[in-house]
C-alpha cells in the first residue's frame, strides 16, 4: 500500500498506475438513461463522447441547491480495497486543483457495477476556436484569452498532474469571456497501457504517437497544438513571426528542443505581448527596432517607422556611394556612423535588454536621440539633414513642436547645403517646418512662407507634383486656422477638380479640410458625405486604425452634431477618445480636441456628464498649449454653457470670465472663439434675468458672428432668438416676439444645442 501512494507522487506518474489493476481491458461500456441518479445527481442528457467515456449533463437531486454539472462516466473495472483508497486519494487531489481557469472537480464514484464516475465543474459555452471565430478576435486578443489556460497548465503541473488531452474542444469560454480548461486528469484515469495508447488524433504529440509514457513536454507540445488551432480558426488574423516561432518551438519533434516548462512557454506569450523579443527568435537590429516602435507607436505626422527609416537611409548611402569604386570606404564610414547612433545613441534609451526604461516615453527618447545627431553626425550633414527630418516629423507627431521646429530647422541647413535650396526633400521639409508653425500666432506671416514654398516647389517640379497639393491642402488649412471659413471652403473647392491627379492621401487631406471648413458654414450634410470619403480614402492607403483615419472621425462628428446627431457623435467621440489617449497620451492636442468635442455633444444630448469633459479639455489645453491660448478659452465658454445647464450660474460666470481674461490677453484675431465667449455671456444674462443687460450682449455676438457665417446661418438666427428673448422679457414684446417669430419659423424642427431656448421661444409665442 505505501509503495503504491509513493508511486501515486513520483513527478509524472500520478493517476498513470492508480488503477491498474482495477479497470478491465476493453471491457465494455453501459450508458446511462436520463433520469438515472449517481450520487446526488440526476442525468439529463448525453453531452459527448469518446475513447475515455461519456460526459453527461446532469443536475443536483438532492434538494440542498440547484447545481448544473458534466459527469464524466467512465469504463468498467473491477476494484479491489487497496485500489478503490487509491482512487478517492487521487480523486481528492483532483478535487484540490482549484485554479478560475480550471473546471473543478465536484463529486466522483463507483457503482455497484464497477463503473467510475466524476462530477465536474460545467462550463456552458463555445470551445476557445469557435469563440475566437464568431468574436472575429486579432491575434493579441487570442493570445491573451488562451495566456489563463497555459497558467493553468503551469499550476497543475506544479502540483504534479499532467493534462495529456489538451485540444480545443477541452477549453470552453463561458458567458463572461472567461476561457476554462476542462477534463484535467479525468484522461489519465486508465491502466499503464492503455494511458499511453489514448489520445485525439491529431492533438498527441509525437512521443505520444509512439508509445512513449506522458510528460510534461507532451503538455507542452499540446498547448503549442492549441495556440495554433486558436490562431488559425475563422478569419485567421496575420500574426508577427515571432509568434510563429514560439508555436514551432512549443510544437517541435524532438521534446528537448522544447520550451522546457510551461512557465517558459507563458513568459514568451508575455513578451511578445509587451513587444519584446522572445526566446524562441533571438532579435536583429531592425527586429529590436520593429519591436520597439510598436510598444511606442508614433503620432499622427510621423513619417512611419523611425528606425526602419534609419535602416533605409544606410541602405540608401550605401548603393550610391557603392557605385562608385573609389567610394567604398566613405561607405563604411556612413554605415559605421548611422549603426553607431543607432545601437549607442538611440535604440538603448528605451530597450530593457539594454539597460535602458521599457517604459520611456517615445518623445522623450527622440529629444535624446536629436542632441546625439548634432555630436556623432555633425560631419556628415546629409545623413544628419535625413535623421533630422524623421525626428521633426516625428516630434511633431507627439506634439513636441519647439523640439520638432529644431530637427526641421537643422534639416533644411543640412539638405540644402548638400542638396540644393530646391531639392524635394528641402522642399518637404519646408512644408513640415510650416505645419509645425501654424498656429494662433502668426498666421498671415505663415500663409506668405507657404506662398513663396508654392512658387518654389512649382518652380521645380511643376503643378502636377503632389508637394505641390500638400501645399494647397496647407494653404486652405491656414484659412481655416484664421477662422476665415468662408475663404477655406473656396481654396479647397478649387482643390477638388485636380483631385483625379492627386494622390490617395493628398485627395484625403482635401476631402478632410473641406468638411471642417463646410460644417463652420453650417453645410453639415456637405461637410458629413466630404468626411466619409476623407475616412474611406485614408483606410486605403493607412489602414483603419491609422491616425489619420481616426481624425476623420473629428470631421465626421463635427457635421453629426451640425445635424443635431447627438447621440451618434457621443458614440463615436467615446471611442476615438480612448483611441487616440492610447496612441498619443490624454494630453496631446488632438486627443484634447476630441475631449472637448465629446463635452459638447454630451451637453446638447442633455447628459450632465458633458461638463467634466468640458473642464477635463479646458486644463488640458491651458496645460499643453498655454494658459492665454484662444483654444483655452473656447473650452472655458462652452462649459459656463454646460454649468448653466445644471443650473450653476456662479460657475458659468467664473468660467466665462476666465475666458474673457485670455481673449482680452490674446488680442483680436480669434473671432470665431470671441462669438462663442460672447453668446454664452448673453446666455448667461439671459439665465440670471438682466435682460436689459442681455440685449446688447446678444447685439455684440451677433456682430461677431456675422462675418463667420453665411446670412442664413443657423447660429445667427440662434442668436436672434436669444434677442428676441431678452427684449420680451425686458417689456419690448412687440419687437422681441417678431424676432422669436422670425427665429422659429426659419429655424422648423431643426435640432440645436440651445433646445432649451427654443422651447422658451414657443411657449412665450403661445401665450401672447
Not at 521599457?358 to 560631419?379: C, F, H, N, P, T
Not at 456662479?650 to 490677453?665: C, K, M, N, P, R
Amino acid at each position: 500500500m505505501a509503495g503504491l501512494i509513493e508511486r501515486m507522487f513520483e513527478p509524472g506518474q500520478l493517476l498513470q498506475g492508480a488503477l491498474v489493476r482495477s479497470l478491465l481491458r476493453s471491457a465494455g461500456l453501459a450508458e446511462l438513461a436520463p433520469g438515472r441518479t449517481l450520487g446526488p445527481f440526476r442525468i439529463a442528457r448525453e453531452i459527448a463522447r469518446g475513447g475515455m467515456g461519456i460526459v453527461y449533463l446532469a443536475a443536483r437531486a438532492d434538494g440542498e441547491y440547484e447545481q448544473d454539472v458534466a459527469i464524466k462516466w467512465l469504463p468498467l473495472g473491477r476494484l479491489d480495497a487497496v485500489a478503490l483508497q487509491l482512487f478517492r486519494h487521487e480523486r481528492q487531489i483532483l478535487a484540490g486543483l482549484r485554479h478560475p481557469h480550471i473546471a473543478r472537480l465536484l463529486d466522483g464514484g463507483h457503482g455497484e457495477d464497477g463503473h467510475l464516475w466524476f462530477a465536474m465543474e460545467y462550463v456552458e459555452g463555445t470551445t476557445i476556436d469557435q469563440h475566437a471565430a464568431e468574436q472575429g478576435l486579432g491575434w493579441r486578443e487570442r493570445v491573451q484569452l488562451l495566456l489563463p489556460v497555459v497558467d493553468a497548465v503551469q499550476f497543475a503541473h506544479g502540483r504534479l498532474l499532467l493534462h495529456r488531452d489538451i485540444k480545443p474542444a477541452n477549453v470552453r469560454v463561458d458567458a463572461d469571456g472567461r476561457a476554462k480548461l476542462l477534463d484535467f486528469g479525468i484522461a489519465t484515469l486508465v491502466t499503464d497501457s492503455t494511458a499511453q495508447r489514448a489520445f485525439t488524433p491529431g492533438y498527441a504529440s509525437p512521443e505520444q504517437l509512439a508509445g512513449a509514457a506522458p510528460q510534461v513536454a507532451s503538455d507542452i507540445w499540446q498547448l503549442g497544438r492549441l495556440l495554433h488551432d486558436v490562431l488559425a480558426a475563422g478569419n485567421s488574423p496575420a500574426a508577427p513571426r515571432d509568434l510563429a516561432a514560439v508555436v514551432a518551438k512549443a510544437m517541435a519533434d524532438d521534446p528537448a528542443r522544447r520550451y522546457a516548462t510551461v512557465s517558459a512557454l507563458q513568459a514568451d506569450l508575455k513578451r511578445l505581448l509587451a513587444y519584446q523579443p522572445v526566446s524562441a527568435r533571438p532579435p536583429h537590429l531592425a527586429h529590436r527596432a520593429h519591436l520597439l516602435l510598436q510598444a511606442y507607436p508614433l503620432g499622427s505626422l510621423a513619417a512611419g517607422l523611425l528606425v526602419l527609416a534609419f535602416v533605409a537611409i544606410i541602405a540608401g548611402f550605401m548603393l550610391k556611394l557603392a557605385r562608385q569604386r573609389d567610394a567604398a570606404e566613405q561607405a563604411r564610414e556612413v554605415a559605421q556612423a548611422v549603426n553607431r547612433f543607432i545601437n549607442e545613441d538611440f535604440l538603448p534609451g528605451a530597450d530593457p535588454l539594454q539597460r535602458g526604461s521599457g517604459d520611456i516615453r517615445v518623445a522623450e527618447l527622440m529629444a535624446g536621440a536629436l542632441d546625439k545627431v548634432e555630436q556623432r553626425l555633425s560631419g556628415m550633414p546629409e545623413v544628419a539633414g535625413e535623421i533630422d527630418l524623421s525626428l521633426g516629423r516625428s516630434l511633431a507627431g507627439l506634439g513636441r513642436y519647439d523640439l520638432a521646429e529644431v530637427a526641421l530647422g537643422r534639416a533644411i541647413a543640412r539638405l540644402g547645403q548638400v542638396r540644393g535650396a530646391t531639392h524635394v526633400s528641402v522642399l518637404q521639409a519646408r512644408l513640415s517646418l510650416s505645419q509645425v508653425r501654424i498656429g494662433a500666432a502668426g498666421l498671415a506671416q505663415n500663409e506668405a512662407d507657404l506662398h513663396v514654398l508654392r512658387s518654389d516647389a512649382l518652380a521645380a517640379l511643376g503643378d502636377r507634383a503632389e508637394l505641390v497639393a500638400d501645399i494647397d491642402n496647407q494653404i486652405g488649412r491656414a484659412a481655416f486656422l484664421r477662422e476665415e471659413f468662408a475663404l477655406c471652403e473656396a481654396r479647397y473647392l478649387a482643390l477638388l477638380p485636380r483631385t483625379a491627379q492627386m494622390t490617395p492621401a493628398s485627395q484625403a487631406d482635401t476631402y478632410m479640410g473641406l468638411s471642417l471648413c463646410e460644417s463652420r458654414l453650417g453645410h453639415f450634410d456637405a461637410a458629413l458625405q466630404h468626411a466619409r470619403r476623407a475616412r474611406e480614402l485614408y483606410a486605403g492607403v493607412r489602414g483603419a486604425d491609422h491616425a489619420f483615419t481616426l481624425e476623420t472621425h473629428i470631421a465626421i462628428e463635427t457635421a453629426l452634431v451640425g445635424l443635431g446627431r447627438y447621440d451618434e457623435a457621443v458614440v463615436l467621440l467615446r471611442e476615438l477618445q480612448r483611441q487616440l489617449s492610447h496612441r498619443y497620451g490624454a494630453a496631446h492636442p488632438t486627443t484634447l480636441t476630441v475631449t472637448h468635442d465629446l463635452g459638447f455633444a454630451l451637453t446638447c444630448a442633455g447628459q450632465a456628464e458633458g461638463a467634466s469633459w468640458l473642464r477635463q479639455a479646458a486644463q488640458g489645453r491651458a496645460r499643453e498649449l498655454g494658459e492665454q491660448h484662444p483654444w483655452h478659452a473656447m473650452s472655458l465658454a462652452v462649459l459656463s454653457m454646460a454649468l448653466l445647464r445644471q443650473g450653476d450660474t456662479t460657475g458659468a460666470a467664473q468660467a466665462l470670465d476666465e475666458a474673457d481674461a485670455i481673449l482680452d490677453a490674446s488680442g483680436p484675431t480669434t473671432p470665431f472663439v470671441k462669438a462663442i465667449v460672447l453668446e454664452n455671456r448673453a446666455d448667461l444674462a439671459l439665465a440670471q434675468h438682466r435682460y436689459a443687460w442681455a440685449i446688447p450682449l446678444f447685439d455684440r455676438a451677433i456682430a461677431a458672428a456675422q462675418p463667420l457665417y453665411a446670412p442664413q446661418h443657423q447660429r445667427l438666427t440662434i442668436l436672434q432668438l436669444g434677442r428676441g428673448l431678452a427684449l420680451t422679457q425686458a417689456g419690448r414684446r412687440s419687437e422681441g416676439q417678431a424676432l422669436l417669430a422670425a427665429a422659429l419659423d426659419h429655424l422648423g424642427n431643426s435640432p440645436d444645442c440651445r433646445a432649451n431656448q427654443i422651447e422658451q421661444a414657443r411657449q412665450l409665442l403661445a401665450t401672447r
